[in-house]
């Protein structure tokens, strides 16, 4: 008995599912990576920043490809698997690429905005501009590995 398999394309799937995974794992890879500088680094002045970058970057890495497999999976889309391979593969390149950017819009902004108006959009352009990046990423990763059509 072989399990429906659906037929399209699926590119919407690893874009939502992608997108979705990036945002909730980055978000909370943010928060455990400060809560860990704050109970085991009490005293971290540049370095207390590092647990939160990681936390960033390993969750944006595999909250995006975990997503990505899973909407795939869960429309019974075929090539899922090889969907997160690719994905996990170049993920790296475009959270790098995204780090680039980042900076130079959050020093942008900083330049334009006073303190209290910074901190409000600082939450605002990380989550924009991570969006923004993911999506090709994921988008890229299902049109290497797009399914050739049977007619």
Do not use: D
């Not at 780090?99 to 905005?113: E, K």
């Not at 994921?138 to 590995?145: E, I, N, Q, S």
Request: net charge positive.
């Amino acid at each position: 008995m072989a399990l429906h398999t659906n037929r399209g394309n699926g590119y919407l799937a690893a874009v939502l599912g992608g997108v979705t995974g990036t945002v909730v794992l980055m978000n909370l890879g943010i928060y455990l990576g400060i809560a860990y500088g704050k109970n085991f680094m009490p005293n971290a002045e540049l370095e207390g920043l590092l647990p939160p970058f990681i936390g960033s970057f390993v969750g944006w890495w595999i909250g995006e490809v975990i997503g990505c497999w899973l909407a795939l999976r869960w429309r019974h889309y075929r090539k899922a698997g090889k969907t997160a391979k690719v994905l996990a593969i170049i993920t790296p390149l475009g959270i790098i690429a995204w780090l680039v950017v980042y900076s130079t819009l959050l020093n942008w902004v900083a330049s334009r905005a006073s303190e209290l108006q910074f901190a409000q959009l600082y939450e605002i352009v990380r989550s924009l501009s991570t969006a923004v990046f993911a999506v090709p990423l994921a988008w890229l990763a299902r049109f290497l590995t797009k399914p050739h059509q049977q007619k």
